[in-house]
């Protein structure tokens, strides 16, 4: 899913929030290893974020998900200091913004960074232009410039018309738009999301999740999405840190998350996720057995029966699929004689590689052989057995391939026999 | 009490305080004083100049453009009412003390108001403060006014300004208070300076609260004319004043009925400054 990237865009080492008086004293207990509600207990000081580490790579889409009081909001709130972190740093571009000056911290508001709120903190007062204008209108950029700019911000989030209108008379997903455009026209690196689409009803949020990944895709932004909704943090994550009590539990791609939860908390968190809306035909694809096109009927049936399955997939050199052959078919040919091209099935249910298991069941079910996974060029990734299909959806990962791709490597002699 | 603690002369120490006042500023005061005075009694030569009829009619225009056509027609027919009265002459005195005490307090009250907004110890000073100034009787500070600024409508001005900021001040907080959060947050997520925040958000967002404590203050300043006219503050609040102590009870209530006709054009026209030119919904 995420290509390799390997520039930090933002280091986040060892950070703590403490809220309250005696924070010096909290963070000494922090230091003992006290844990947050023995602190609350002795100190009266709230711990928001507890000795957070992380790196954000340019690019890719982060997100930072926990229930209500995990300190998600505090943590992005020390991505811009909007809240002054106790201890700790944190980078932007290899710059330490803890130590920064007033002077510098706007700076880096103003240019690096972009933020988009809850529940929109548009202007009311001002027009959905004047909205989007703010962050240059307060950098001093010249009017006829500021507003070309915001205009072609809200054109990128599909508001174009929309520009004399006031906040109060567009809807909730229009108004969130204008909360994008307004943190888009500034042209940041990084966008800053705080539950941005959680007041949005469910429709509407999911356009708004497609619409986003578009634009990331377009504009390969850092994107830090602040959620409490596992399904959303899955859909648009590249990577999930997960955060529990202020603290970060675990941080991995959707699939290590739900495949190997470092612990019982985040276990707990992903075991009601719809694992067939998650995992991919990739992911529980098994290594498919294949014969050349020009090796004839004899060898396929030999294949087959020492691997005792009842029909294989032909594929000619470039491992091209092509169709298959049945056992009982290649027994029939032998004995009159004909070639492999001439017996094989070419009506083959054939799926790529990304699609997800809730839309394999219907295939699956009326498939009288195997379903060929394949990529783009019509090459045979791997099949879909029923049984891998089925143990995926119990969670159980011995039929879970790890990062959505087959592991060529892997001996599979023992899978296959419950081919068919 | 006498005997456990010897009586502090709080009295006296006040009275010298005042006394040093005078001596030591004399002249500051004075300055003060012929400022005032110049521009009450500028404003009032000034509008005198404009015959009456036209006066009213002008002033509802005013209205009608601040405010509605209604408005505009009571202005009308009430100012034509008070001439008709032959209040016109002491009401354009009363007019000139209210407006320029409003001017006064809201060109300090203002600033001190959005200054209290932004910091909770200038809060902890400005508070008790305006609790005194609201509620100490005006009569009390009149006193002192006088010796400083000596008899006349200086006096006047000077206590309604002390006696009608206290709204002014305390609704401009509330109102840049009252801002939502996610809002300042916002402006500041964006790397707004302080003054960008109040007066691009802040103020514009707090303007209907802040024109709801201008309104107070104008209201209030105008229960004050009666007791100005105490120390010789010319205007409707003298004629009331005459007609009280000579018993009058009729030319009270001529002139009184006359405050109250400025006093309801005055609140109404505010008032809709206060509700105009908010485009679009606000929450």
Known sequence: MSEQIVNKKIEVINTTKIFGKNAKRASQLLNEGKSKGEILKATGATVGVKNASFDVYEGEIFVIMGLSGSGKSTLVRLLNRLIDPTMGNILLDGEDIVGMNKEQLRNVRRKKIGMVFQNFALFPHKTILENAEYGLEIQGVAKAERQAKAKESLGLVGLAGYEDQFPGQLSGGMQQRVGLARALANGPDILLMDEAFSALDPLIRKDMQDELLQLHNDMGKTIIFITHDLDEALRIGDRIALMKDGEIVQVGTPEEILMSPSNEYVERFVEDVDLSKVLTAGHIMKKADTVQIDRGARIALRMMKKLGISSIYVVNKANRLLGAVTAQDASLAIEAGKTLEEIMITDLPMIPQDTVLIDLFDIVSTAVIPVAVIDENNRLQGIIIRGALIGALSGDNQFINNNGTFDSDEKTDTEVKING | ?283
Not at chain 2, 78 to 86: E, H, Q, R, S, T
Not at chain 2, 242 to 251: D, H, P, S
């Open chain 2, 1 to 283: 009490m006498d005997k456990i603690l010897p009586r502090l002369p709080f009295a006296e120490w006040i009275d010298n305080g005042v006394d040093w006042l005078v001596v030591t500023f004399g002249t500051v005061f004075d300055g003060i004083s012929d400022f005032l005075k110049g521009i009450v009694e500028g404003s009032v030569e000034w509008l005198d100049m404009v015959p009456s009829i036209l006066l009213a009619v002008l002033f509802a225009l005013l209205a009608w453009f601040v405010s509605t056509r209604r408005i505009a027609l009571f202005t009308l027919i009430g100012l034509l009412f008070i001439d008709y009265l032959g209040y016109w002459y002491p009401m354009l005195q009363m007019l000139a003390l209210v407006l320029t005490s409003v001017f006064f307090a809201l060109i300090i009250g203002i600033p001190v108001g959005i200054w209290g907004s932004q910091q909770a110890t200038a809060r902890k000073i400005i508070n008790p403060l305006l609790d005194l100034m609201q509620t100490m009787p005006a009569f009390v500070y009149l006193l002192p006014a006088i010796f400083f600024f000596n008899i006349g409508v200086v006096p006047g001005v000077v206590a309604s300004v002390i006696f009608s900021m206290p709204p002014t001040i305390r609704l401009t907080m509330l109102g840049i208070q009252q801002v939502p959060k996610d809002l300042i947050e916002a402006t500041e997520a964006f790397g707004s300076t302080t003054w960008q925040r109040l007066s691009k958000v802040q103020i514009p967002l707090a303007k209907p609260t802040i024109m709801a404590g201008v309104n107070q203050s104008i209201m209030l300043s105008l229960s004050m004319v009666v007791i100005a006219s105490m120390v010789g503050a010319p205007g409707l609040g003298e004629e009331v004043y005459r007609a009280v102590t000579q018993l009058k009870t009729g030319v009270g209530f001529e002139a009184g009925l006359s405050i109250v006709i400025v006093a309801i054009i005055l609140d109404r026209v505010t008032q809709h400054a206060g509700k105009k030119k908010q485009g679009g919904i606000t929450k």
